[in-house]
């Protein structure tokens, strides 16, 4: 994708290309330095959420629903993805990432290749539901929308049922891997 | 009304860690402490995607990609205006919402087009950012099937949202 990238560069503006990875890069460093900021308001909340009890307590709410969906038996890991997907839902997104970190984290079986429970948290973090799209809702407003907001009702239906598809795909495939795999073995 | 919020669960969690008789200033220093670790970690994956889109975007990839695949995704219902919408969303955040801010500010904040738009960004995720920095802390090279199942719900996320928008 990026050599296909720089072919095409060659062949139209070849002294933008290194202009403009600079750029990019600088603007990651940027924005990792904006995220060190954010995350450290976010990380310090946590700890006290943590320290608290009061995670725990979210987490024991979330865990039927949790331990059914990713098939996990890790009262820590529990505890990270609840945080992660109540943040998620907040419209916190970079809230959410230190603590789908910290889940990924827990849940890695270190052999390499995703398992069951990693696959679903990266889906269910990539099909998010979002309740309030408040970022959108103020974009459309600067454009003079006379109601900004209406979006909201057709947003929350298609965040629903994408997030219910990504949960039934991931369900479905990892059945279909799974037998894939014994196939192999015979 | 959603600006009470976030304050809201801030002061809650305050009071509740006070309660429990936890120290919050030590304890928020602690966490807090975490932010730059975390944050030299996630940046080399941060900076390679912003890269990658940046020359995606700079060579016309992109818009060429675009015009080759709208008449797949004008047959699903997604208008040719909001392919390149489509096709970059995956890869970044900022990006998308600047484009966004393109279409508002070309066919009218509540145009069709426009509110398709909302809706499209609203109901998806930048997938290859979350999985790469999810990922960055571990040792998973193999993804496996997440990727694809993703991209599969982001694409039907679109489609239901260009339904959506006619229908309300």
């Known amino acids: 994708m990026v050599v296909g990238s720089l072919i095409a560069l060659l062949c139209t503006t070849p002294e933008n290309a290194l202009s403009s990875m600079l750029n990019a890069s600088a603007e990651a460093l940027t924005l990792s330095i904006e995220l060190c900021g954010v995350y450290a308001v976010w990380l310090g909340v946590l700890e006290l959420v943590e320290e608290s009890g009061l995670a725990q307590k979210l987490a024991r709410l979330l865990r039927p629903f949790i331990k059914k969906v990713f098939k996990i038996d890790d009262v820590e890991a529990e505890k990270y993805i609840a945080l992660n997907m109540s943040a998620n839902m907040l419209g916190l997104g970079n809230a959410s990432t230190p603590l789908g970190i910290k889940a990924m984290k827990r849940l890695d079986d270190g052999s390499g290749v995703a398992n069951y429970a990693v696959i679903m948290l990266i889906v269910i973090n990539a099909t998010s539901i979002q309740l309030l799209p408040s970022t959108i809702i103020g974009l459309r407003a600067n454009a003079g929308s006379l109601s900004p907001a209406d979006i909201v009702l057709p947003t929350l239906i298609s965040t629903f049922c994408t997030f219910a598809l990504g949960i039934m795909l991931v369900k479905l495939f990892g059945k279909l891997h799974k037998k894939w795999r014994q196939r192999g073995k015979k | ?168």
Not at chain 2, 30 to 58: C, N, Q, S, Y
Not at chain 2, 104 to 109: C, I
């Open chain 2, 1 to 168: 009304m959603s600006g009470y919020i976030i304050p809201a669960i801030f002061i809650a969690i305050f009071c509740y860690a006070k309660f429990k008789k936890v120290n919050p200033y030590d304890t928020f220093v602690k966490g807090a402490k975490k932010a730059i670790p975390l944050a030299v970690d996630i940046f080399p994956f941060i900076a390679t995607i912003m890269i990658a889109v940046a020359l995606l975007r700079e060579s016309g990839l992109t818009a060429m990609l675009a015009n080759a695949v709208s008449p797949i995704f004008n047959l699903l219902g997604i208008p040719t205006q909001l392919v390149e919408l489509v096709l970059l969303r995956p890869f970044t955040g900022s990006g998308s919402y600047a484009l966004l801010n393109d279409v508002l500010l070309q066919y009218g904040a509540d145009s069709y087009i426009s509110r398709c738009a909302c809706v499209i960004l609203g109901c998806s995720e930048t997938i290859f950012y979350v999985t790469a920095v999810y990922t960055s802390g571990t040792k998973i090279k193999k993804l496996l099937y997440a990727i694809p199942v993703a991209l599969i719900c982001a694409v039907v996320g679109a489609i239901i949202a260009c339904l959506l928008c006619k229908i309300i």
